[in-house]
């Protein structure tokens, strides 16, 4: 079987795992018992109808049981798992590097639902994607002191602007979760993965912020999560990082 083709079928797969590990780690469910099953009625999902995207597709949308609609964001998570794996494989190949991305880049694909749907980042992901990192962080392009000055920095920095935000103006501007987060993406990308991260969220965050003011009006009261701009960030760095950084200093040096 054509590599690629068994590396998006095996995605797809994952990514109907992450749907059930989105709606049940703030629930503080088990992932594993029992299986899946209808939100609504509480039947439990035959086999046949759990195929990623095409269950959903042959369903109309729909519970088998008591027919009632199924978020459409199902399908599009396993999509989007599926294209994370392709777009690493192509980048990183059959490597080992590719299957540690792979599960990192899942984790994040986790942190940002969730953090959409509740506003919170689960330690059990973030401080669990810290130790585990540090363990295969060898197995790696990566050096242990980088994966070190990773954490430091992003765990470390962000905290620091965290305490000096809230000092300047007594509100928090982000939350722990997103510090224990940026730790976990230092570990997984070095420093410089932490200050591509931090600039990419900043930047993306920042217009999508002045987009929904303008949507919802100056006196929203609705925050936005700032897990998922991090986690976007991280996965960029992962497959352009490199070269956008050498776009960048080959432009200042052009420039001056």
């Given amino acids: 079987m054509n590599l690629l083709l068994l590396v998006g079928i095996v995605g797809l797969l994952i990514g109907s795992f992450l749907n059930v590990c989105i709606y049940r780690i ?34 109309l949308g729909r519970c088998r049981s ?42 994040l694909l986790v942190v940002t639902f969730i953090d959409l749907d509740h506003m919170i980042i689960p330690d059990v992901i973030s401080l669990g994607g810290i130790g585990v990192g540090l363990w295969l962080v060898y197995f790696l392009p990566l050096s242990y002191k980088d994966a070190l000055l990773g954490l430091a920095l992003g765990a470390g920095g962000l905290l620091a602007v965290f305490y000096a935000y809230y000092f300047v103006t007594g509100r928090e501007g982000m939350g ?54 991090l986690a976007l960030g991280a996965y960029v760095y992962l497959l352009f990082g490199d070269r956008l950084i050498d776009w960048y200093f080959g432009w200042l040096a052009a420039g001056a």
């Fill in 26 to 59: 703030p629930k503080g469910e088990s992932i594993v018992w029992p299986g899946s099953h209808c939100q609504h009625c509480g039947a439990a999902v035959k086999a046949y109808d759990n195929i990623p995207v095409l269950s959903y597709l042959v369903l």
């Fill in 66 to 107: 008591c027919k009632a609609p199924i978020s459409p964001r199902y399908p599009v998570i396993e999509l989007l798992t599926a294209l994370m794996g392709l777009s690493l494989f192509m980048h990183f190949g059959p490597t080992i590097s590719f299957l540690i991305y792979f599960i990192f880049s899942c984790a």
């Fill in 176 to 229: 722990g979760g997103d510090v224990k987060l940026l730790g976990m993406i230092g570990v997984f990308t070095g420093w410089q993965g932490v200050l591509f991260t931090i600039f990419m969220a900043s930047l993306v965050g920042s217009v999508v912020g002045v987009g929904w003011i303008m949507i919802k009006g100056k006196n929203m009261k609705a925050a936005l999560p700032f897990g998922p701009f």
